[in-house]
């Protein structure tokens, strides 16, 4: 090989290399940002589009809390995702309540949510064994917009309404 | 939630040292909506506006993978949930002029996120 043909080979050796390089950096950058088809649940998703309108789904588990409308009344509802079926709440709706937003923990056992009732917004904290519904105070008072319960059930975040500002509150829970 | 720039942006924090964690996809994508987190923390799971559409995205901060997940038939997400182990999530929806939630199954696409201090183990193999 000429000196003239080496440089020619060495050339078109460095271009490979690089064309290389960039389909690699291509690869990967597609990796790190893949569009990828999710599998709907067909028979559940049936049954919540035959019962009316939902809203404020909150996913633990196999639980799903969601707040329904039928009649032009809204309700929370417990769905067990295994039985497929909702499973009752007694205590918690009431027909003079307005309920605005549901949270459920990972065991299905407890349940936050932000109810109006006599023109006031409260938050309350739902135990599904005892049946119990017990009303959560804010410290300093504030209007309660949105609520999460952390899986384990033992922390409650809430966004609260104080003065005009948006603040969250976080509470842990006994 | 924060507003940055004027724009709602996810602000990821860890709760007992008030540790702000990086998000590394989603600043471009804003407004941001409705974050929920996996046990761990390894998924977040939010809804971005992309262009004049929104789209339900997850960020693996295990593997700093984005995962967007687009729905069929141009619907577009209002409110998202996450299931704690990363396996289902919840989307609420417009159709048909109403609210309507969906779940989908993200088994094929996310790994489990467990609890924390739950033991993994490979399953057990019978000797030869």
Known sequence: MTPLERHDHDIAKAIRLVQLGLALMAVSLLGACVSTPMRPLAAINQQLEQSGGNRDPSLGGRWLALIRGRDGRERIELVDLDQNRPVPLPGLNRPDAQPLNVSVDAAGERMALIRQRDGRTELALYRRSRENLQPLPLEPPGVPRQVKLSADGRVLAVQVSRGGLWQVDLIELP | ?128
């Open chain 2, 1 to 128: 939630m924060i507003e940055r720039q004027g724009r709602s942006t996810v602000l990821l924090q860890e709760r007992i040292s008030g540790r702000v964690l990086p998000l590394r996809h989603l600043s471009r994508w804003q407004p941001h909506s409705s974050p929920s987190l996996s046990w761990r923390g390894r998924y977040l799971a939010l809804i971005v506006q992309r262009g004049d559409r929104r789209l339900a995205v997850i960020e693996d901060r295990l593997t700093n993978r984005l995962v967007p997940l687009p729905l069929p038939g141009g619907l577009e997400p209002v409110r998202l949930s996450l299931a704690p182990d990363g396996q289902r999530l919840a989307l609420q929806l417009v159709a048909a002029g109403r609210w309507q939630v969906e779940l989908f199954d993200l088994g094929g696409i996310l790994e489990i996120d467990p609890p924390a201090g739950e033991v993994l183990r490979t399953p057990a193999v019978a000797p030869p």
